[in-house]
Structures are given as structure tokens and as C-alpha cells.
């Protein structure tokens, strides 16, 4: 079977819907009181194209959340699923979750708006997966022991928080030190080459600079 091309008009709303979501996570994850209508901007739609998707700011961040926690669990249910090397499914667990950057959205958006049942039984189904995560590469003896699923969750945001250059600079950098990070977890430790070259004082003095550094 074959899916049927979306018309024009509706192919038109689902690229302003991806144009409006890619916009929010920017604005919001840089400034969560920003107003709704900094999102129209950035997205390069009216307001009113927006509002017929989201009536309301806090839509809008429910929506972001909710994407967010589906791809966690995505990410999660795979390492989960993995019959694979335990470390290498570990590991790719939490590659993914890096590359996810779901957890800048945790940073900046926890607490600024009200979760829906719907959101509540997807933060428990992806602790839940987390959790067996964890367990099963503690069992299989190649994670520290001594290592919780709230310890790697705060990992997760350190990561997040590093932003140096643009978004490919970021993401090389992010990798650099979950690498480390990863060589401290895994049992035995491990001396893994580190990706990317370390920032220069150059790239960290760009960082107090106005627009130094790209969301």
C-alpha cells in the first residue's frame, strides 16, 4: 500500500506545523517566557496560522514535551530491545538520548505549564524504560554499580547544557564528553579517543560576546 500525497493546503499545514515546533523548542529552550508570538516570528508564519494549531502558549509546550518524551522512549525502547553486546546497547542508549536533546527541554521547560494525564503515563513509561536500561547493563556487568538512573538523567542535562559555536560545534562537543564520561561508567574503565578537538579559548571568550553563541 501507498500513502496518498497530502493536498496542497494540507501539505502546507504540516510544513508550517514543522516550521512552528522546530521555532518553539528554539525560542523556549532559550527563554521559556518568551511571548507565543516570538514563535510566529521565528517560524515565518502569521500568529493566526499559529493559533489555529495551538490556541495557546502552553499547547504549544505540552506538544514540545510530548514529542520530546516519545522520542526518549523511542530511543530507550530500542536499548531495551537489544539482544546485542550489553555495552553497545548502553552506550547507544545514551548516544541517543544525547542526540535527542531531550533534556534541554527538561532544563528550561519543567514546571512552566500544567502535564496532561497523557504526559504523566509517558515520564512513567520512559523512567520505566530507563530503568531497565540501567538494570540491564548493571546485571550484565559493564555499568558501575554504584550508578542510578537519576545519577545518568543529571548526566543528561550537564550535556545539555553545553553549547559552544553552532549546532554542529554543540553537538561534536556533547559527544567529546559523554565519551568521557561514558569511559567512567563502563566496567572495566575504558580510554576511548575522544571525538572532536577540545574548545580553544577562542570559542570559550565567543561565549559573552552578543551572539557568540547559536541556540
Known amino acids: 500500500m501507498t500513502t496518498a500525497p497530502m493536498s496542497g493546503r494540507k501539505a502546507q499545514a504540516a510544513r508550517n506545523d514543522e516550521l512552528i515546533l522546530a521555532a518553539a523548542r528554539a525560542v523556549f529552550t532559550a527563554d521559556p517566557a518568551a ?15 499559529l493559533y489555529r494549531r495551538y490556541p495557546s502558549k502552553e499547547a504549544l509546550l505540552r506538544k514540545l514535551c510530548g514529542d520530546g518524551l516519545k522520542l526518549y522512549i523511542e530511543v530507550a ?3 531495551v530491545d537489544d539482544e546485542g553486546d550489553p555495552w553497545e546497547a548502553f ?36 523512567s520505566e524504560l530507563a530503568v531497565r536500561a540501567h538494570r540491564r547493563a548493571v546485571e550484565a556487568g559493564v555499568l558501575r554499580p554504584d550508578v542510578t538512573p537519576a545519577d545518568l538523567a543529571l548526566v543528561f542535562e550537564q550535556l545539555a547544557s553545553i553549547k559552544l559555536g553552532d549546532a554542529a560545534r554543540t553537538a561534536e562537543l556533547r559527544h567529546r564528553y559523554l ?37
Not at 35 to 49: K, L, M, N, T
Not at 92 to 120: C, H, K, N, Q
Not at 198 to 203: L, M, Q, T, Y
Open 91 to 126: 552506550a547507544a542508549y545514551l548516544r541517543g538520548i544525547v542526540d535527542a536533546d531531550t533534556s534541554s527541554l527538561t532544563i528550561r521547560l519543567a514546571g512552566t505549564f500544567e502535564p496532561t494525564e497523557e504526559l504523566f503515563r509517558d515520564s512513567a513509561l520512559a
Open 35 to 49: 511571548p507565543i508570538s516570538a514563535v510566529a516570528e521565528r517560524a515565518g508564519v502569521g500568529i493566526s496560522a
Open 77 to 79: 525502547r530500542r536499548a
Open 179 to 215: 565519551t568521557l564520561v561514558m569511559d567512567g561508567l563502563r566496567v572495566p574503565p575504558a580510554r576511548t579517543p575522544l571525538p572532536g578537538p577540545a574548545p580553544d579559548d577562542g570559542e570559550l571568550e565567543r561565549r559573552w560576546v552578543p551572539g557568540g553563541v547559536t541556540p
